[in-house]
């Protein structure tokens, strides 16, 4: 299949519905797309062409158009929060006199993004009940089984949407918009399928640790309950704030296994995804 450069082009810029099948067909296929993303959007070149003779598989990671600097925010809030022994959700426990969910809700809307997703599930009427305005789209997880389930709760309310996907959890009330500013501007400079915030903390107990080859390329991402001792003394943490090209995102979640001592599907399952995948994945 070949396609005039400039034809593909105009098609893209001028057609979002066109643009968003593009990319989810690519993404969702098993054969291989041929041309690297620089030379996808080099338009001093005569013609672009997907090879379906391959086997291996390499997802068009960027178009990188007004579509694809799109952003949309998933804001995680469906955790029972059991370490925090109260009957009252997670994020509904109050600072500065605001539900801990409203100041993540609050810094997502200053990035203006087109789409907000609060995936809800434990005391989801209360949650709903304590945001009175317009502007989200509510998900329910009938079953809390895990991060990488209530991101792919969200999967219908981005069905049209081809750009970077947001994601928060609404337990972490103080990350700063600045802070989301300079991640978004990393992932898009360095053309990345899927970027994570990491912290280096001097006792980093409690959270998943990032692992790096020998030459500093992140090279997975490991929970604490299933590292080994060795990689329990890594003082790199994932700090749970991610963002990923929308098509890449849902088609890795949906290959993400339990396969944990917990029996979740956990999210960050879709760095060792996109490793495997040959994506370019940043921290």
């Not at 997907?50 to 086997?55: F, G, K, L, N």
């Not at 305005?133 to 895990?146: A, C, D, H, N």
């Not at 790096?212 to 991402?221: F, L, Q, V």
């Not at 790199?236 to 890449?248: D, L, Q, T, W």
Request: aromatic share 8%; net charge positive; charged share 20%.
């Amino acid at each position: 299949m070949r396609f005039g450069m400039r034809r593909l082009s105009a098609m893209l810029r001028d057609s979002p519905s066109f643009c968003h099948q593009f990319l989810v067909e690519i993404a969702r296929s098993d054969k291989c797309f041929s041309a690297e993303a620089e030379y996808f959007m080099d338009f001093t070149s005569s013609s672009f062409s997907i090879d379906w003779s391959q086997s291996s598989f390499i997802i068009l990671t960027s178009v990188w158009n007004e579509f694809m600097h799109e952003l949309g925010v998933i804001i995680l809030a469906a955790g029972q929060g059991t370490r925090m022994k109260s009957e009252i959700p997670k994020v509904l426990h109050r600072l500065g006199g605001k539900a801990l969910f409203l100041h993540a809700l609050e810094t997502a809307r200053r990035l203006d993004p087109r789409i907000i997703a609060m995936v809800v599930g434990h005391g989801a009427a209360c949650v709903r009940e304590a945001y009175g305005s317009i502007g989200v789209v509510w998900v329910t997880q009938e079953r809390q089984l895990g991060t990488g389930h209530a991101v792919l709760c969200a999967n219908e309310a981005f069905k049209d949407f081809a750009g970077e996907v947001l994601i928060l959890s609404g337990d972490v009330p103080l990350i700063r918009e600045q802070t989301l500013q300079a991640m978004l501007e990393h992932h898009r400079s360095r053309r990345a399928a899927l970027t994570l915030l990491t912290a280096k903390l001097d006792i980093p107990k409690g959270y998943g640790r990032i692992l790096r080859d020998e030459a500093g390329a992140i090279s997975g991402i490991i929970e604490e309950k299933d590292a080994s001792p060795a990689q329990r003394q890594i003082r790199e943490v994932n700090a749970g704030i991610y963002v990923a090209s929308a098509p890449f995102l849902f088609a890795a979640l949906k290959h993400v296994k339990k396969q944990h001592q917990q029996g979740e599907y956990y999210l960050p399952d879709i760095g060792r995804i996109g490793l495997a995948q040959g994506q370019r994945s940043r921290t």
